[in-house]
């Protein structure tokens, strides 16, 4: 059984940073690629940024130069180092994964942690 599990979420001040944390486990045979999203009340949940296994990065226009995300492979968690937070910013946000167990590749998602930017 495969589980992602998020933290670091909480009440942030605008302006301010928050580290999210997803932590990957069970049988995983390989981790093809980890993602970013976030549900804002009312809305679509979105894309924010996506790090394959390899590192590879890509951003949403809108995390790009205050979202930044990285994979500590060792420990089968990625980041997301958020800085500058707007009010905005304020959702759920949830990270997923691509995973190969097996040689089949399912799509996981976290249960989602919540970020609130106000003052």
């Known amino acids: 059984q495969v589980q992602l599990v998020e933290s670091g979420g909480g009440l942030v001040q605008p302006g301010g940073s928050l580290r999210l944390s997803c932590a990957v486990s069970?049988?995983?045979?390989?981790?093809?690629?980890t993602a970013w999203y976030r549900q804002a009340p009312g809305k679509q949940r979105e894309f924010l940024a996506g790090i394959t296994r390899g590192s590879t990065t890509n951003y949403t226009e809108s995390a790009k130069g205050r979202f930044t995300i990285s994979r500590d492979n060792a420990k089968s968690t990625v980041y997301l180092q958020m800085n500058s937070l707007k009010p905005e910013d304020t959702a759920v946000y949830y990270c997923m994964s691509d995973i190969n167990t097996a040689g089949t590749v399912t799509t996981y998602w976290g249960q989602g942690t919540q970020v609130t930017v106000s003052s």
């Open positions: 069970g049988s995983i045979a390989r981790i093809l690629v």
